[in-house]
């Protein structure tokens, strides 16, 4: 099954962002984010992808970069497709083995739970996920949404 047609190669639009870790910097990141609520994106889907980019964010600033100096650097870059949106967040932690999470994963939510519902919740609201370790030493978070 194909999630997306291989005619639309090209960005539409695309878009960088480097921010410090810090936790504050989530509002400049939701800002930035802004400019892609238009279409050929749907408002919902904007909206998934909106609390992704947030939940995304700061999984990089308070797991990925936990014991990192606040000077380190996170990078997004934001690929609109007429049929889908690209979202890459790269950290700089250690690896992290998503697959496997989102694998052992309980199929009900625990109210009580802490931490750990932002990866489930970007699972849930993508069409795909993905953390892979980069061969400069980064890690990338991809979030793939059908628009």
Request: hydrophobic share 40%.
């Amino acid at each position: 099954m194909t999630l997306f047609r291989a005619s639309t190669l090209q960005p539409l639009h695309q878009a960088f962002l480097q921010v410090n870790t810090d936790l504050e910097a989530v509002t400049q990141v939701i800002k930035w984010f802004d400019q892609f609520n238009h279409p050929p994106i749907h408002s919902q889907a904007w909206m998934h992808c909106q609390l992704a980019v947030a939940e995304g964010f700061t999984n990089a600033v308070r797991h990925a970069h936990r014991n990192l100096s606040a000077e380190t650097l996170i990078d997004l870059e934001v690929q609109v497709f007429e049929d889908r949106i690209e979202i890459r967040i790269w950290d700089q932690g250690a690896p992290f083995d998503l697959d496997k999470w989102v694998r052992e994963m309980p199929l009900e939510w625990d109210k009580d739970a802490e931490g750990e519902r932002g990866i489930r919740l970007m699972h849930e609201i993508s069409d795909l996920l993905s953390y892979t370790r980069m061969s400069d030493g980064r890690n990338c978070l991809l979030i793939l949404k059908k628009t």
